[in-house]
Every structure is written in structure tokens, then in C-alpha cells.
């Protein structure tokens, strides 16, 4: 009988030895390779959220760049048009100016003809007087005292004397007309001419400042085109640094989904090693009561029994049922976390007697009021509702980038926070705030 025991025993311990040479292993290799497997996902997600920060630099550099640059080219632009208007105003100038030249020309034509004409009429009319008092003068006295003499009466006489005092008369006062039609008409050709000689100097002027103008307009469109080629270069490295950004948008959503896949693979390897755990206490145990049935009689049947296993003692912390009626549902969850401040820090952790991590503080706790929620922080982001952060409730969840913590009210949230410093109250808005989580 005592022999079979012996052999029951060795059995026990051979397949305690079995589970430790085989489980230990496999434990210690998975679990570690898992999280130096994490551990490169979070630095290339790290590495990828750099490369995210200088791209958006950029994209904030250049974007800064371009406004600066368009206003510019629409200054430059508002000048063009300035330039452009004065230039039409110009040569309108230039083109009513010649217009007036030209009619000053057909003016100066006309009184040239008339001044020709009136000089023509001058000179008609001295030389006939000149041949009526060459004729008198070479006929000499006596033809005068013939005509006298060969008058019919005195009257006849006194007629023909007056008729050559009229006559004398009337050349001089013809020449004299003459000359003076003649002086005015070349007095008006004169300012006839000098008007035109003043406008052709003001189409001059405005030939020149319409040249100024052409040149300062080319020059102004020259930078004009120059910013749009700036602009145009500026906006293709914008939209580069926009999609570069995008991309590594991207890679981080990728390597986030990644590192809270890995976590469920470190939480479930751990799961396992808890269960190799147990089930080497269960043979130890079996191994103890083999010894200790191995050493009392045969037959003996003392009733020392193993006794009651009860581990129940008092943590000193209220349960979650006692919070009730204390508040709101979401208040009563914050009181409730509350009570753990000062507990450690453990990295995959659940307890909040004896350490957890962030998301293990906060699904541990809604654990406890009935609400089942994922493991990882990065799923958290999307359980329960969205609301934000102006609206936030005590119990709500506050999502930051790899981390979550519980709103408690006055801008604050309670939260697993690091190694060093356990569980903690902090102001809530200490990171920048993705998301608030609304669960009951």
C-alpha cells in the first residue's frame, strides 16, 4: 500500500518537474520576446509621430509662406491695375493730343492759304496804285488841268477833282486794309503755331511717361508671374508635406492597432503563465497531501483536515455596491476610483489593490460596477459615446495618446499614471485631450 503511494507520489513530482521545465520556458520566452516586440512597435510609433510633428512644421512653414507670398502677389496685382489705369489714361492723353495737333495743322493750313491770299490781295492792290500814280506822274500836271479844263461846268469840275482825291483816297484806305488783313492773318499763324508747337511738346511729355509707364507695368507683371511661379512651386511642396503627414497619420493608426494587438498577446500569454501558475500550486498541493498521507497510519483516520482555505481579509477599501445611491451612476465611479489613489503603478496590471496600468485601472473599476470594457487604451477610445471635453462628466473616460483616465470633476481625472508616481489625481487638460468617452 505504502508503495503504491510512493509511486503515486514520484508520479506527482515528475509531472511537477515536467510542468516547470516546459511551461517556465515557454513563459518567459513569449512573454518577453512580446513585449520587446511592443517595445519596437511604441518606438516606431514614437519614430512616426517625429517624422508627423517635422512634416506639419513644414506644412505650417510653407503654409505660412504662401499666404505671405499671395499677399504680396496681390499687392503687386492691385499695383498692375494702378499702373494699367494710369497707362489707358495716358494714351487717351496722347490720342486727344494728336487729335488737337491734328486740327491745329488743318487751322495753321487754312491761315496760311488766307495769309497767302490777303499778302496776294496786298500786293494786287500796290500795284495797281502804284500803276495809277505812274500813269498820273508820267502824264505829268497838264493831265490833270486837261481833265479840269475839259469839264462842262464848275460842278462838272469840282466833281472830277473829288472823284480823283476819292480815288487817292480809296487805294490808301484799300492798301491799308490789306495790310492789316494781311498782319492779323499772320498773327493768327503765329499762335496758331504756337499752340501746335505747346501740344507737340505735351505729346512729348506723355510719349515719354507712356514709355515709363509700359516699362513699369512689364516690370510689375514680371513679378507678378514670378510670384505665381513661387506660389505654384510653394503650394506642390504644401500638398507634398499634407500627404506626408497624412501617410504617417496613417503608420501611427497602424502601429497603434499593432502595439494593442500585441498587448492582448501579452495579456493572454500572461493568462496563460497564471494558469500554469495555478496548476503547479494545484500539484504542490497534491504533492503536500500525498505527504502528509503518506506519513500517518494506514487506517488512522484522524480528522485533521486541511481546513478552511479562507483567504478573505479586509483590503480596507469600500466595495462598489457601497457607493451606491451616492450621486450619479458616473459620480458614484468616480468617488469609487477615487479610494485607490496612492496604489501602485503596474505595467499590465488590473488590480487596484496591487498595481495596474492605465487602461487596467479604468476597465477594473467599471469592471466592479457591472460594465465591461476593452483592455487597451486604444480601445477605449471608442467605447460607450463621444462627447466633448466642455460637456465632460465625472465617470467619464479622458483618451490621450496611449493613455486614459477617469474625469472626477473640477478639470481633473484620476489615473494610473506612471511607475514612479502611481495612482494619481492630475489636471485633466495636462496632455492634449483625442477624446472623451461617455459610458453610462
Not at 457601497?322 to 459620480?331: D, E, M, N, P
Not at 478639470?411 to 485633466?428: D, L, P, R, Y
Amino acid at each position: 500500500m505504502r508503495k503504491k503511494k510512493w509511486i503515486h507520489l514520484f508520479a506527482i513530482c515528475m509531472s511537477l518537474t515536467m510542468m516547470i521545465l516546459v511551461v517556465e520556458p515557454v513563459r518567459a520566452t513569449t512573454i518577453s520576446d512580446l513585449e520587446k516586440e511592443k517595445k519596437e512597435l511604441e518606438k516606431q510609433k514614437e519614430d512616426a509621430e517625429n517624422k508627423q510633428k517635422e512634416e506639419q512644421e513644414k506644412l505650417n512653414n510653407i503654409s505660412g509662406e504662401i499666404d505671405t507670398m499671395q499677399g504680396e502677389a496681390d499687392e503687386v496685382a492691385g499695383e498692375i491695375e494702378e499702373v494699367d489705369a494710369a497707362l489707358v489714361e495716358t494714351i487717351a492723353s496722347v490720342e486727344l493730343i494728336e487729335e488737337e495737333i491734328g486740327e491745329k495743322e488743318v487751322q495753321i493750313e487754312e491761315t496760311t492759304a488766307e495769309y497767302e491770299l490777303a499778302l496776294a490781295t496786298e500786293q494786287e492792290q500796290y500795284e495797281a496804285m502804284k500803276l495809277r500814280i505812274q500813269f498820273m506822274y508820267e502824264k505829268g500836271d497838264t493831265t490833270y488841268m486837261q481833265l479840269l479844263l475839259e469839264s462842262q461846268s464848275f460842278n462838272d469840275m469840282l466833281n472830277k477833282a473829288d472823284y480823283i482825291e476819292k480815288l487817292y483816297a480809296y487805294d490808301r484806305k484799300m492798301l491799308e486794309e490789306y495790310q492789316l488783313a494781311r498782319e492779323a492773318t499772320e498773327q493768327l499763324k503765329e499762335q496758331l503755331e504756337g499752340e501746335k508747337a505747346e501740344l507737340e511738346a505735351q505729346q512729348h511729355e506723355l510719349e515719354e511717361e507712356k514709355d515709363s509707364l509700359e516699362t513699369l507695368l512689364a516690370e510689375k507683371q514680371a513679378a507678378y508671374d514670378d510670384y505665381e511661379v513661387q506660389l505654384a512651386k510653394a503650394k506642390q511642396e504644401a500638398a507634398v508635406y499634407k500627404a506626408n503627414v497624412k501617410k504617417q497619420t496613417e503608420e501611427i493608426r497602424k502601429l497603434e492597432a499593432a502595439a494593442a494587438k500585441k498587448e492582448s498577446e501579452i495579456e493572454a500569454a500572461k493568462k496563460a503563465e497564471e494558469e500554469a501558475r495555478k496548476a503547479q500550486e494545484e500539484a504542490l498541493k497534491r504533492q503536500q497531501e500525498a505527504e502528509k498521507s503518506s506519513s500517518s497510519s494506514s487506517g488512522s483516520s484522524s480528522g485533521s483536515s486541511s481546513g478552511g482555505t479562507s483567504s478573505s481579509s479586509s483590503s480596507g477599501y469600500a466595495s462598489a455596491a457601497s457607493y451606491s445611491g451616492s450621486g450619479s451612476k458616473g459620480q458614484q465611479i468616480a468617488n469609487y476610483a477615487c479610494q485607490f489613489i496612492g496604489n501602485p503603478y503596474v505595467p499590465g496590471g488590473t488590480s487596484l489593490t496591487n498595481g495596474a496600468d492605465c487602461s487596467g485601472f479604468v476597465m477594473r473599476v467599471y469592471k466592479d460596477f457591472g460594465y465591461s470594457l476593452p483592455r487597451t487604451s486604444y480601445s477605449q477610445r471608442s467605447a460607450g459615446t463621444s462627447v466633448s471635453y466642455s460637456e465632460a462628466q465625472p465617470g467619464d473616460i479622458i483618451c490621450y495618446a496611449g493613455h486614459v483616465g477617469i474625469y472626477i470633476g473640477n478639470g481633473q481625472i484620476v489615473h494610473a499614471s506612471t511607475q514612479k508616481t502611481g495612482i494619481k489625481v492630475t489636471k485633466a487638460t495636462y496632455r492634449e485631450i483625442l477624446s472623451v468617452r461617455r459610458i453610462v
